[in-house]
């Protein structure tokens, strides 16, 4: 079974366009997280939810928005998409952040490749 | 904020050991550090993890000086097979997460 997967793989669409990816996990984890990587590999968490509340939400453009109906999903949703927007977003689950230091092992879903036309 | 700052890249041949170091000004006292290693089209997979000193598991070790402020990844005896990126990420306090920009390693045969 896998732990971590999103949906869709791959995602191809327009500017202006409004699109969602999905997130679920099933290994019982109390947080969540999205990163963006970019082309030059870097990684960029975005936003990260304990317990559906959410705990990190980095400098990103207001048209991203996470929503997690239950702690074992996570799904982000993006209006208005850009050029810039173009980009692999990964998913990932961890077990409950502990007292505010990042100790546990984060466990990545395989990515969307989202490409902005 | 802590900044981490890894070597954009390194090659190494079949058999050897490989080290690999991330260097983290103003790590908090109560954090660790962890490495993972990422393949091409897959997200990152935890290797190691540490606070300071030495851990060594069944892939890897990892090597924290008493100042915290650097961390080794080291693997022993590479193969082609651990051609990947791999990043070290730092907990800050208040849930920030200081990731490296990953360090391409090539093996060679």
């Known amino acids: 079974d896998t732990a971590v997967s999103q949906t869709p793989k791959y995602l191809v669409t327009q500017m202006g366009n409004d699109k969602s990816i999905k997130c679920e996990q099933n290994?019982?984890?109390?947080?969540m997280y999205w990163y963006k990587q970019d082309s030059k590999k870097f990684l960029k968490i975005m936003f990260s939810?304990?317990?559906?509340?959410?705990?990190i939400n980095e400098t990103v453009p207001n048209r991203f928005s996470p929503k997690s109906p239950d702690k074992a999903h996570l799904n982000l949703h993006i209006n208005s998409l850009e050029l810039g927007d173009s980009a692999v977003y990964f998913c990932a689950s961890s077990q409950a952040l502990a007292g505010g230091h990042i100790i546990n092992e984060q466990f990545f879903g395989p990515g969307t490749r989202l490409t902005v036309l | 904020l802590a900044k981490t700052t890894q070597p954009i890249s390194m090659d190494s041949y079949e058999g050897q050991e490989v080290n690999i170091t991330c260097s983290h000004n103003n790590i908090a006292t109560n954090d660790y550090i962890t490495w993972y290693q990422q393949f091409p089209s897959q997200g990152p997979r935890f290797i190691i993890q540490g606070y300071k000193t030495k851990v060594t598991n069944e892939v890897a070790s990892l090597f924290i000086p008493a100042d915290r402020k650097s961390s080794t990844l080291s693997l022993p005896r590479v193969s082609l097979s651990d051609t990947a990126v791999y990043y070290c990420?730092?907990?800050?306090?208040?849930?920030?997460?200081?990731w490296g920009a990953g360090t391409k390693l090539i093996i060679k045969p």
């Open positions: 990420l730092v907990g800050e306090g208040n849930y920030q997460l200081i």
């Open positions: 290994l019982g984890h109390d947080t």
């Open positions: 939810y304990n317990n559906k509340e959410l705990i």
